[in-house]
């Protein structure tokens, strides 16, 4: 195996490296429950003495709206998300890589176990009989020789719990227990007196009715030895996890009915296996309840890899529906894209036995399971009778693909976790958005009535007006002037008109190209010329595009500085327009509630001025002088006469540049005069932006009403609430419990940031 164990410890190393970023996120999620519980109790606070906030003036109800912002959705994904994380943690932090068996009772898995560890039968039972294995183990490689145990038993609330599953069951939900020292009482042969009289009783209740009976009649093996860990050793451990003894089938034990678990220590067999833990689980089929769950519980929280085996029938190679619902149960549980790199499914070749051997079998079973696409990472071919074998076929293979695979599964499941993060954290910002509307959809007449003397002057004095007087009293005057900032970015453009002459070289390499003559090259350098040109004065759409962004940054100042608009105070202003008009409408659901509004602020947000849209055609017009494929005005050729022969290239080359050299001063001199006047354009654009803008949010009408100005006192009426937060506490009829609600939504939106919800290397 080489240097397996190697990488085991370096796949360990990394993964506590890993770890940190888990825990952080796991002290991240605890803030962010916290605050929700305070909301929560508010909430509650509120629906438990709502007679507190009584309606006022018609229908001012904010307890209401509060009462009913829903959280249940959030706390329910909060609780999974937490779960994942803690078992994300508690995988990261295991100083070992666990590989889980599981099986059908019978099918061999206690051998391959066996034949891995050195162990025998009297430590990992193992039987045709039927169910020998009592409780879960794990086997873990040490480096002692030393074989030794320690046996974790179950509370005394967790047999309550396990006695009342079968109790439950038996009574149909009548009966149950409240205390362990209840379990000497129940009454076995009532039950079973009882369970005879039905006429639907199966054999699977008969079966739980046994197991009951164990514990009710072997109450006294079991009891002194709840919430304890005990010590043992090789000797013992058969006494404490084994339903009888493993030479002598008549001598039961009943001790594994009170453990929990069983953590064997010994050296495994192949030196290289290096730090990995066996977990053995019981047999699925076993008659006791909870059984197929406690596998799913193991393979879930306790596995980095998973080992199925599977014996066919000796006479009938099949894979019947238990094997299918087994590997699909897994799947659904830890999902396919693990079971898909870390489920190895071994077919146990049984070559002799009491029942036969299975070798006939072994290969259709293996066709049909390759066939079928299950989700699996490998089948294997293994007599689990056999230690070389259970080595080589088994061990082996599994290891090596367990070292290669399974940082990639982790990194799987992180990124699985931050899919439930970035969902949680969508949850939670809903919420907080729902905070506010809670009081925009509550304010009443009387107090619209009560703020109409602040909306008013603040829609017409400090919007519109400020408004007005940016494009009458600075666009207005910039519109009759050149755009400096444009000129000065074209003057270096200007420049590079006549460093747009290709070199003597590149004409050149333009003469000696296949068959090309001077009329070609000449051609191909005003074609060059053309495109370098026209490229460099594209990139003036960098500049464009900064004046057009700080013209909407002074419009929005006016939307939302505290001493003008004060939208601000409904939705910040941060670095890009783009991103406040989408933000503020979207907060405001202003397509719903203010739609000429919004419809406004699209126009704006979507108005720009690039170089396609005003210049080029400019440009293009002025390159005439170097595009030979259109003639003059009066009619004659764009082709200059090179007098040049293709015997001599270096004074053809010399000749066409200085052509080329006197056409592009000319369109130098023709842009330079034709632009002067277009400079004006993105002053006279900007003015009929803002003006266009202050139209549509002053004047637009509809059915003969000015359905804007309604749609702005409506908006300020619906926000008044933060838009003027102090006076509106003090005149809300919510005054008492304003500070409260403020200190908690302040909160919430303090780390409404996906940091909190996403794990972050």
């Known amino acids: ?58 229908d001012f109800d904010v307890a209401g709206s509060i009462e009913s912002i829903s959280t249940e959705e959030f706390f329910k994904l909060h609780k999974s998300y937490v779960c994942e994380l803690e078992r994300l943690i508690q995988r990261l932090n295991r100083n070992n890589l666990n590989i889980s068996f599981i099986g059908r009772t019978g099918q061999g898995k206690s051998l391959a176990m066996q034949n891995i560890s050195g162990l025998d039968s009297s430590v ?22 030393l074989v030794n145990a320690q046996i974790h038993f179950y509370q005394k609330e967790e047999i309550v719990d396990i006695v009342n599953q079968y109790l439950l069951k038996l009574t149909d ?75 002598n089938a ?43 769950e406690e596998m799913l519980k193991a393979v879930e929280n306790d596995s980095d890899a998973i080992i199925f085996i599977f014996r066919p029938d000796s006479k009938r190679g099949r894979i019947s529906d238990n094997e299918v619902n087994i590997i699909r149960n897994i799947a659904e549980r830890i999902s396919p894209e693990y079971t898909k790199e870390m489920f190895f499914w071994v077919i146990n070749r049984v070559e002799t036995g009491d ?24 089948v294997f071919n293994v007599n689990c009778s056999s230690k070389a074998e259970v080595e080589n076929r088994l061990l ?57 003397r602040k909306i008013n ?89 900064k004046i057009v962004e700080r013209m909407k940054d002074q419009v929005l100042h006016i939307f939302t500085d505290f001493d003008k608009g004060k939208l601000g105070l409904i939705y910040p202003l941060g670095e890009s327009s783009d991103e406040w008009i989408d933000g503020f409408l979207n907060l405001v659901e202003g ?32 390159l005439d002088p170097i595009d030979i494929s259109l003639p003059r005005p009066d009619g004659s050729s764009s082709v200059p006469q090179i007098s040049g022969s293709m015997a001599q290239p270096e004074l053809v080359a010399d000749e066409i540049i200085e052509w080329l050299k006197t056409y592009a001063e000319d369109v130098h001199d023709n842009i330079e005069i034709t632009l002067k006047d277009v400079y004006k354009t993105p002053n006279r654009s900007m003015f009929a932006a803002i003006k266009d803008l202050y139209d549509r949010i002053t004047y637009t009408m509809a059915d003969n009403e000015s359905k804007i100005a309604e749609e702005w006192r409506y908006l300020y009426e619906d926000w008044m609430h933060l838009i003027w937060k102090d006076e509106y506490q003090q005149q809300s009829a919510v005054k008492v419990i304003a500070e409260q609600w403020n200190d908690v939504v302040s909160k919430l939106k303090e780390i409404n940031k996906r940091e909190y919800f996403i794990i972050r290397n």
């Open 173 to 247: 939900g009548r009966r149950f227990i409240k205390d362990v020292s209840d379990i000497p009482a129940i009454k076995t042969k009532e039950l079973r007196k009882n369970l005879y009289k039905r006429k639907n009783e199966t054999v699977k209740e008969e079966d739980w009715l046994d197991h009951l009976c164990k514990y009710v009649e072997h109450y006294n093996d079991y009891i002194d030895d709840l919430g304890s860990v005990k010590v043992v050793t090789e000797e013992e451990i058969e006494y404490y996890i084994a339903q009888y003894s493993s030479t």
């Open 396 to 452: 082996i293979p599994v290891l090596k693909q367990l070292s290669s695979r399974i940082q990639d599964v982790d990194m799987f499941l992180v990124d699985r976790l931050n899919q439930t993060g970035e969902r949680l954290y969508q949850m939670y910002s809903q919420i907080c958005q729902e905070t506010d509307r809670a009081f925009a959809s509550s304010a009443n007449e009387d107090l619209k009535r009560k703020f109409y």
């Open 1 to 58: 195996m080489g240097n397996i164990s190697e990488q085991i410890d370096d796949i360990i190393t990394k993964r506590k490296e890993q770890l940190k970023y888990i825990e952080n996120a796991r002290e991240m999620a605890e803030i962010v429950l916290e605050n929700m519980n305070t909301f929560k109790d508010f909430q509650n606070e509120i629906r438990d003495n709502l007679a507190t906030f009584p309606v006022v003036d018609g």
């Open 124 to 145: 990992i039972p193992s039987s045709n009989r039927g169910d020998c294995t009592g409780a879960k183990s794990i086997v873990t490689n040490s480096d002692s020789n």
């Open 355 to 378: 029942s036969g051997d299975n070798v006939n079998q072994v290969n259709d079973v293996i066709q049909t399971i390759r066939q079928r696409n299950y989700p699996i990472a490998d």
């Open 591 to 622: 397509e719903k509630n203010y739609p000429f509004l919004s419809s406004a602020l699209r126009k704006f947000q979507s108005y720009t001025i690039n170089v396609q849209g005003f210049l080029i055609h400019e440009i293009r017009e002025q």
């Open 250 to 292: 008549e001598e039961k034990y009943y001790k594994y009915l009170g453990v929990k678990l069983a953590d064997i220590s010994t050296h495994f067999l192949n030196k290289d296996v290096g730090k990995i833990v066996l977990v053995d689980t019981i047999g699925i089929g076993a008659t006791s309840l909870g059984i197929e």
């Open 457 to 545: 002057p603040t829609i017409k004095k400090g919007l519109l007006n400020e408004l007005r007087k940016l494009y009458l009293e600075d666009y207005n005057n910039l519109r009759q002037m050149p755009c400096e900032e444009l000129m000065d970015a074209a003057s270096g453009k200007f420049k590079n008109i006549i460093k747009s002459v290709p070199t003597k070289e590149t004409v050149m390499d333009l003469l000696s190209y296949g068959d090309a003559n001077q009329f070609n090259a000449y051609e191909a350098c005003t074609n060059i010329m053309r495109m370098q040109i026209i490229d460099d004065f594209t990139e003036l759409n960098n500049v464009l595009n």
